[in-house]
């Protein structure tokens, strides 16, 4: 925890460069519902809104 506003700047400025550097992608979303994931299933678009809106399936295949 940083009181001053500038050194509060500074230091994300400072996280941010070195993920730029690492070519990091930090988790900034995370569901809480168990979801699952298989490579095979194409066609899928989750929504961004919400998780439970999206589940038509009339666009899903499954590839094997």
């Avoid at 730029?20 to 066609?43: N, S």
Wanted: hydrophobic residues 40%.
């Amino acid at each position: 925890m940083e009181a001053d506003p500038a050194k509060r700047k500074k230091l994300v400025w400072d996280i941010d460069y070195k993920l730029q550097q690492d070519m990091a992608r930090p988790v900034i979303y995370h569901l809480r519902a168990a979801t699952c994931w298989q490579p095979e299933v194409k066609g899928l678009t989750m929504m961004t809104n919400s998780q439970y809106n999206g589940w038509r399936f009339e666009d899903v295949w499954l590839d094997k």
